[in-house]
């Protein structure tokens, strides 16, 4: 018997809009790997690829997993899950597990921000903007394109500001047109970009605030690695903010728990666990053996 | 239409071929008018032997000659149903009544006899309070509603005509009220889907016709072996108008919605329609009274000095109390179309009221388009995750 | 014109100051003649959030009450007005147990004794109300407002039950005004009251008949600024009468003397709906291009007038004068066949009788009632008169959407266009 026997192994697939991410955990919660990959429009249905990633980092095989749960916008495009779970549990699962006195999290994605409220460990209540790119990632990404900067930079010239310049559009494309306009009057790209910074928090508190805050509150997704983001958001809640050092992290990590805490209910809850060998392939529309 | 199927399957067939029934109809000569609200007193055309036909949208249409007259910014749904209208999809209607339930149904009414050319129109104006002056008011718009069908029709609507066809939709009433008994089992007999289809159809046909497919639908279902899964959570949707099986379908993936309190579910059918001395004056009561649409202005005591917004809160939702617990709801969905105000302003209180009766909400808006059905997969997911524990 | 003006404001101020001294205030929808002249009877001062909602709107302060109705959970579609009003109440309300905020501009709006609103014109206004119960526990009353069918209203006796309705409930209401402030009404004041009410708003009808000269006398500008006495009630009715005399002299004045309200008229213009009350300087660089604005607004003009002496009932007066409002324009609109939207048909009147070479539309994307019928007014505007129209859009309490330098950029073609249709119509043997 090996040393692989005795212990289970469990997997969280969180297909987002920009970013896969999966997360493969052993049943005492330890983290074995952590790997993320660009979605992507072809790759929306290549969970597989990026699973494949994480087992070799974990020396792990397929067979060796006792239960998946696949999270997140392309939720259904992952044929070797056992269950799908959507982003809002799994974050709130996730966060609560790093941060355990966590009572509210926002995550900020590149296409959706999302406010949940956290108890005992579990999503309690939430609120969803993915309506409009104004209160997304989607907004700093537009500008960093249009003004050719790195986005992962933003931040860092955004924090040199000597004051910040007021954005007033509400809407992305217009927000576009106001940057070009500041910059042509002379106004500074670092204070610019710190308005910039300050409009799309402003819009994230106001969602949240439909929801009410209540300390810890954790900030995740891609912006989160944004400094000056952080340091906005700050200032736009008036309080603390606390930023997991991996802030993709969150929600495979919250699916893999969740998977964990659904195989061990599984027996008691009278529902049969997966005994199909899974085969990791792409997602198509016509393999109607994964149901 | 084939005579082959009965009960829920022809009810689906109806569902998909929505106009086929009124075509059919109006072929053999009879007069079918389109009403757009279920606000409009029906019986009063049934008595006239005119066929009712409700003139609703469609969620799959690319919404394009609305643009003509109506701004974007407005009801979704009322933007699809003149569509509808103007590419000629009622085109076999002799007429439409139009109502002043809310501003889109007002203002989409002078636009629809504007741009188009039936027979007969009429345009029946509606208080906002439930006061006496106000039930009195109504009842004379309905007379006068009466005196241009007389016009139209050729007939008189003697009180017995019209006694005859409200009893023949107090029967339709009846008969749904029945069949939502079957969703109070668990699981459900019948699922939301299902009575979306059986409403609409019961929209599509004379009440007649939708009485003896009430009657067979409930038969067949009280004899189900193979009814919907049991799910955790046991949903009421509260919204305008829920009338589309893709949107039930994105609620019953996860749950049983075992009660649709819009229009399209339950709103139309509650209670039963006095037979007054007057029949008009248990018209007006009625559909004032018992149709739980946000755009009645209602209040505990009417003309009152002095308020307290607990009593408020019972007096506008009180009813969904029973029902809640009768049907064992675990949680409710407040489904908003955009742009719609009277449900808009009513939400946040009904929120308050659902957590003063201790029943966990949510709050999901759509636009009535196709595109919506994908973000709202996730919000519902998610609130019946936190539902079901 | 500026008198006035500047007795609406020291109307405002002077209320303000009755009612930190005291004195019970109401907070009213904008209710056309119905609702004001009882409780202007019964000396209670009243508020309107919904200019409250534009003065806090220009002034810059809106985003924080509107921030606040949407962490409250009200939708952010609705009506910017009812949104910030909603905000203010749950700052005032839950934040201030009952105090005036701080920094609400004007001296802000303080607790009522109750809420009147109103059915006209939308569905917001009577619900926005009912919703402000979350923070206030005063009663609710919302005034009936009926609104035929173009056809429907020549139905015999169809008139008469719109009367008996809006009289009953009138006298109902006034019972109810006399037991919230604790005293009876003074009829004989009411007499004077509706008698005074109806006289103002003739001779206001009058003095913007006088705008159908050439060149126009008096600018929609003057128009706004002037219409509060008569639309609001604000302030004395007789010395809004004696005022709004004297404007009728000096328009006249003006008329015989052939001065126009712009030094070049080239083009003469109907507004509407609402408009863009923060951004009034925009109207002054399309005067100096000769644009003169001769009409507008039609939900803020005086109903045509209508001789009423002759009714011995002030409530019974007091109805008819309101439903006039409304109805006045039905006989006209039916003979021309316009059904579309009863505040549509107005358009057409005004452009054929001020003579209007195009309109100037304004669709607010948080007020619905005051934009859904632009699109019918520009279609019936072009296809029974020949007249063009140039849509700008603007929000009521959201500034950022009305971008002025791109109004202005529109106007150049716009002229072109005008121009054009200057030519059609001339073919088309209009007399304009």
Known sequence: MTHQEVNLYFAGVDIGSTMTKVVLTDKAGNLLSFIKGPTGAEHRRLANEVMRQALEEARLHIDDISYVVATGYGRLNVPFADRQITELSCHARGVSSLFPGARTAIDIGGQDAKCLRID???????????????????????????????????????????????????????????????????????????????????????????????????????????????????????CEILVPKEPLLTGALGAAILAKETYKKAPAAGEALPTKSRRLEKATFFNQEYR | MSGKNKGLSKAREIYLNRSQRARELKAAGKKIIGYPCVYVPLEMLTALDLVPYQTCGDMKEPVTEADRALPHAFCPIMRNCLHCALKGKNDFLEGMVTIHSCDPQEKTARVWESYTKYPYFHFIDMPITVRPEAVEYFKGQLDDFRKTLEVFTGKKLSKDRLEVATKSHNRQRALVTELYELTKSSPPLISGTEIVQVVKALTSLPVAEGNDLLIETISEVKKRTAGPEKKSARLLIWSSTLDDTDIMQVFEAKANVVMNESCGGVRAYRGEVKLTADPLEGLADYYLNEITCARTFRQATLGETRKDYARDLQSRFGYLKGTIKDWRINGVVMLLVRYCDPFAFEMPSLKDYLNSIGIPSTYIEYDYTTGALAPMRTRVEAFIETISR | MYPLRAKVNETYLKSIEAIQAGKPAVWAMLNFYYGDPILKAMDIEVVYPENYGAIAAAMGVARQYLDRADAEGFPTHLCGYSLTTLGYASRMMKELKGQIPPEAPLGGM??????????????????????????????????????????????????????????????????????????????????????????????????????????????????????????????????????????????????????????????????????????????????????????????????????????????ERITKFSLQFLVGYYEDARKQNVLGGTTAYPYLKYANEWKCDGALLHPLISCRSASTHLPYVSDMLMEKLKVPSLSIEGDIVDLRLFNPEEALAKAEPFEETMDYYRKMRKQERFDW
């Not at chain 1, 710190?194 to 954790?218: F, K, N, Q, T």
């Not at chain 3, 015999?156 to 005004?177: A, N, P, S």
């Not at chain 3, 103002?200 to 706004?224: G, I, Q, T, Y």
């Not at chain 3, 006495?229 to 709004?244: K, T, V």
Request: hydrophobic share 45%; net charge neutral.
């Open chain 3, 110 to 315: 303080p607790k009522p004794l109750f809420l009147m609103s109103s059915a006209a014109i939308c569905d917001a206004r009577y619900k926005w109300f009912q919703a402000l119960g979350r923070y206030m526990d005063v009663p609710v009353w919302p005034l009936e407002a009926p609104i035929p069918g173009i056809k429907e209203f020549f139905i015999e006796g169809y008139y008469d039950k719109m009367v008996k309705l809006g009289v009953k409930h009138l006298r109902d209401f006034v019972t109810f005004v006399e037991k919230m402030v604790g005293k009876k009404m003074d009829w004989d004041k009411l007499d004077k009251t509706a008698n005074l009410m109806i006289e103002v708003n003739r001779v206001w009808h009058e003095v913007n008949e006088l705008r159908k000269a050439r060149p126009c006398p008096m600018h929609s500008r003057d128009f706004w600024s002037a219409m509060p006495a008569a639309l609001f009630l604000a302030g004395d009715l007789e010395d809004s009468l004696r005022l709004y005399q004297d404007m009728y002299r000096e328009v006249k004045d003006r008329v015989d003397n052939h001065v126009g309200a712009i030094p070049d008229e080239k083009y003469r213009l109907l507004f509407a709906e609402l408009p863009p009350w923060h951004s009034l300087a925009f109207f002054d660089k399309l005067a100096e291009r000769g644009w003169d604005f001769v009409i507008e607004s039609v939900g803020y003009h005086p109903p045509i007038p209508v001789v009423l002496s002759q009714i011995s009932d002030p409530l």
């Open chain 1, 120 to 238: 005992n460990g579990r999503l309690a209540s939430f609120v969803m903007n993915d309506k409009c790119a104004a209160g997304t990632g989607r907004f700093l990404e537009v500008t960093a394109s249009a003004l050719s900067i790195r986005l992962e930079d933003m931040g860092d010239i955004s924090l040199k500001a000597t004051r910040r310049v007021p954005i007033s559009n509400l809407c992305t494309i217009f927000a576009q047109q106001e940057v070009v306009a500041l910059l042509s009057r002379g106004e500074k790209l670092e204070n610019i970009l710190a308005g910039l910074h300050d409009a799309l928090a402003s819009r994230v508190a106001a969602l949240a605030r439909r929801l009410g805050i209540e300390p810890e509150l954790v900030l995740t997704g891609g912006v989160a690695k944004n400094i000056g983001m952080v340091k906005a958001m700050k200032e736009s809640l008036g």
